[in-house]
């Protein structure tokens, strides 16, 4: 874990740094960092100078320029950096969410059925879902869990989504071990 101490505000546009920068692979510009968090192009600059002197970002000069997060950026979110991770299929509101990828599941209350709760972390953004909403998660590489539930809430900056568990299988088919 980090000993950076990021404020709600610097974690919550670092976030969208990362998750922009994973959907392009390019420098990503300040403007759609601002558009990602609903602020103005200028706070997202003046944050953006804090970052950099904290070694998270760096900026990339010219017409294709922007920011990059660099690695302590992912340490400091306690974020895994993964080449190729393995896809872990989602769908929201019966469509196939193609934009980021499912990094954990943590489950909480199995033992009381009806008080059970899914914490999904999400590797992209989870703006666009809606307290409500119906998730399924799944199946998983190995062990072919799968998790259909009904969002109970959410956390923009940590990319969290908490689900109300409606139907929990595993394996949801042929595990491959």
């Given at each position: 874990?980090?000993?950076?101490e990021l404020?709600?505000?610097?974690?919550?546009?670092?976030t969208?740094?990362?998750?922009?920068?994973?959907?392009s692979?390019?420098?990503?510009?300040?403007?759609?960092i601002?558009?990602?968090?609903?602020?103005n192009?200028?706070?997202i600059?003046n944050?953006m100078q804090?970052?950099?002197?904290?070694?998270l970002?760096?900026?990339?000069?010219?017409?294709?320029?922007?920011?990059?997060?660099?690695a302590?950026?992912?340490?400091?979110?306690?974020?895994?950096?993964?080449?190729?991770?393995?896809?872990?299929p989602?769908?929201h509101?019966?469509?196939?969410?193609?934009?980021?990828?499912?990094?954990?599941?943590?489950l909480?209350?199995?033992?009381h059925?009806?008080?059970?709760?899914a914490?999904?972390?999400?590797?992209?953004?989870v703006?666009?879902i809606?307290e409500?909403?119906?998730?399924?998660?799944?199946?998983?590489?190995?062990?072919?869990?799968?998790?259909?539930?009904?969002?109970?809430?959410?956390?923009?900056?940590?990319?969290?989504?908490?689900l109300?568990i409606?139907d929990?299988?595993?394996?949801a088919?042929?595990?491959?071990?």
């Amino acid at each position: 874990m980090s000993s950076i101490e990021l404020t709600p505000s610097q974690k919550t546009i670092l976030t969208a740094l990362i998750n922009l920068h994973r959907e392009s692979e390019d420098a990503v510009k300040g403007e759609d960092i601002a558009e990602e968090v609903d602020r103005n192009p200028g706070t997202i600059r003046n944050q953006m100078q804090s970052l950099k002197a904290l070694q998270l970002v760096e900026g990339v000069p010219g017409p294709k320029g922007g920011y990059k997060p660099t690695a302590t950026a992912y340490e400091a979110l306690d974020i895994q950096q993964m080449d190729e991770p393995a896809a872990v299929p989602m769908t929201h509101e019966g469509e196939e969410v193609t934009e980021g990828n499912v990094e954990g599941i943590d489950l909480s209350s199995v033992h009381h059925p009806e008080l059970c709760r899914a914490e999904i972390h999400i590797q992209g953004s989870v703006r666009d879902i809606h307290e409500g909403d119906t998730v399924v998660v799944g199946p998983t590489p190995l062990s072919k869990l799968k998790v259909e539930g009904t969002v109970d809430g959410k956390d923009d900056t940590a990319n969290i989504l908490i689900l109300k568990i409606d139907d929990m299988v595993a394996p949801a088919e042929e595990p491959q071990h």
